[in-house]
């Protein structure tokens, strides 16, 4: 390796958002509730959120509107006997309420808890027991019979005209209760306890300040990628710290998000919105480049697409034909925010020649999740991009990567922190690119060994799988203290298993093994019968893979393999 292309041992943000965040922490929020009703009080006119309505109708909310809610949510709350930092559950799908119902405990005073929807009965009665959660949100019945047994009060979000008109009332005998509460709540009380996905074991509670959620905004703001014009379209969770994270940049620079949690419906919301950002799952972006080339075809129409994405959108030419499928996106959008999961270089490539460039981040729920991201402006694939300012990334001399910064955990629930001297483990394995970029090449628990000696990195491997055949929809590659490297390959949703199926598979895995190593080609491979999702146990909630729990079962099937 030479000099010019070592990789350094530590990067950093750019000098010039250094000192725009210097500028923009002069006058920093004491909390996230408090930056909120800033927020409102300055643009209080100006849209905050769109709800879907009937038929292809958005119902504007203006920032003054939401405050509004808020306000009587948390006035409510107080009076029902909240007390500062107690917890408050919410089990429900990402929506206008959602948000609503989490700033209003915030503005309480309390903490959020976050609960996917998708929680099975057995993690919901751990999360909630474990936190302590006094209250509960839920969206529906289903949710509400999930979380009561283990709480004084469920409020649900079809009730909640009663808490607000409690709200009210105890507004109007104090009309300062709020403000003075919102106050009271300093930069290192609890915000937020996120139970992470929990690949293996029991969930862990993470708790987050106020300061980390103000500071990701401010830090994002002045990044300079987002513009107060924008309109970003939210559908992923926001019991994630990712879906919380862009609830904190929108809130510093006050655009406009369209929100639905309902993910049947992100191809007919698009056209109706018209986003300029969207942040997705890599799985988004893996199944539209499968979709596109399924359509597409071979013979001469794939021929000349192929040729117009070689071109690129700069090219007029090619742009025309390029210009259909950033239609299907709305035709306004800027670019795409992935994260989550790694996403294969050459998707990303590819969306960036339509003139739909991806930034892919990094970070963990114990970094609220944007934690490095990469500029949309000058992406480099295959990395995850710089630190955002005043975060430092370090790595380990076992090639562990490193976080410290204002937005990491204070720890975890009722638990000795992890932080050594500040430097949050990451348990992730990376390097720095000449360009100060860091790229992560795997889980450091994951890493799979060999009989022979031979390390692989079974993300990298999966990730380029899905992206050579649209067929596929999960990947495990599976070989430790294994003599060879095999695989479980489940098909995509909306593929039926036939001959023809199976062997385009066969040729995709050919493929692949000529850019592997030896010892990381895959040998033999089972298509499994059921689907990889959160209902089957086999992904989390955020949609990364139980590769434990996917061993377990099908270990038999992998046995065979190697008999």
């Known amino acids: 390796m030479t000099s010019s292309t070592a990789p350094a041992l530590s990067c ?74 107690q917890r408050v559950a919410i089990a429900a799908a990402t929506s206008v309420t959602w948000i609503e119902a989490d700033f209003g405990v915030m503005c309480a005073g309390g ?76 930069p290192d009380h609890l915000a937020t306890l996120i139970y992470t996905s929990g690949t293996t074991g029991l969930p862990k509670g993470v708790r987050i300040n106020h300061s980390a959620w103000v500071y990701q905004g401010l830090a994002i703001e002045a990044m300079g990628i987002v513009r107060p014009d924008d309109v970003g379209y939210l559908w992923l969770p926001l019991s994630h710290a990712f879906g919380k994270a862009l609830l904190s940049c929108q809130i510093s620079i006050g655009f406009e998000f369209a929100v639905d949690g309902d993910t049947t419906r992100i191809v007919d919301r698009l056209a109706e919105v018209r986003p300029t950002i969207m942040p997705a799952v890599p799985r988004i972006f893996e199944k539209v480049y499968a979709g596109v080339h399924a359509q597409v075809g071979g013979g001469l129409k794939g021929r000349l697409f192929a040729l117009a994405v070689k071109a690129g959108h700069t090219n007029p030419l090619a742009d025309v034909l390029l210009a259909k499928v950033r239609a299907r996106f709305g035709g306004r959008m800027r670019y795409f925010i992935s994260g989550a999961s790694a996403l294969d270089p050459g998707i990303a490539a590819w969306f960036g020649a339509l003139g739909l460039p991806i930034a892919e981040g990094y970070g963990l729920t114990e970094s609220c999740a944007t934690t490095v991201f990469n500029r949309p402006d000058a992406p480099e694939y ?9 975060t430092d990334v370090r790595i380990a001399d076992d090639g562990e990567v490193l976080l410290r910064g204002p937005g990491m955990m204070s720890g975890y629930h009722g638990l000795e922190s992890i932080l050594v001297d500040g430097w949050l483990p990451t348990g992730d394995i990376g390097e720095i690119t000449a360009r100060g ?121 992998l046995n065979a393999l190697y008999a």
Request: glycine share 6%; hydrophobic share 40%; aromatic share 6%.
């Open 111 to 186: 903490a959020t808890t976050t609960v996917y929807p998708s929680s099975a009965p057995a993690e919901v009665e751990h999360i909630l027991t474990d936190s302590g959660s006094r209250f509960a949100f839920a969206e529906d019945a289903a949710q509400r019979d999930k979380v009561a047994p283990y709480v004084e009060q469920v409020f649900l979000f079809t009730e909640l005209d009663e808490l607000r008109a409690r709200g009210r009332a105890a507004l109007d005998e104090d009309p300062e209760l709020v403000d003075r509460t919102t106050a009271a709540v300093g």
């Open 382 to 390: 295959g990395t995850v991009g710089r630190p955002l300012p005043g």
């Open 12 to 85: 950093a943000a750019p000098e010039h958002e250094q000192r725009l965040l210097a500028e923009l922490s002069k006058d920093t929020p004491a909390s996230f509730g408090a930056m909120f009703l800033g927020r409102a009080t300055r643009t209080p006119a100006a849209v905050a959120y769109r709800s879907p309505g009937t038929g292809s109708e958005w119902i504007a909310h203006t920032w003054g509107e939401a405050a509004a809610a808020v306000r009587e949510i948390a006035a409510g709350l107080i009076a029902h006997g909240l007390r500062p930092e």
């Open 437 to 557: 970029s860091l790229k992560i090449t795997d889980r450091k628990k994951d890493l799979i060994k060999t009989s022979t000696g031979k390390y692989v990195a079974p993300s990298a491997i999966e990730a380029k799988l899905k992206a050579l055949c649209p067929a596929v929809g999960q990947v495990l590659v599976h070989g430790d203290r294994r003599k060879f490297v095999s695989a479980l390959i489940d098909l995509d949703e909306t593929v039926t298993r036939t001959p023809e199926v199976e062997a385009e598979i066969a040729r995709c895995v050919k493929e692949l093994n000529t850019g592997l190593n030896p010892w990381e080609t895959i040998k033999k491979y089972v298509i499994v019968d059921e689907h990889f999702d959160v209902e089957s146990g086999l992904l989390t909630p955020s949609m990364k893979l139980r590769r434990r729990a996917a061993e377990e079962r099908y270990q038999s099937q």
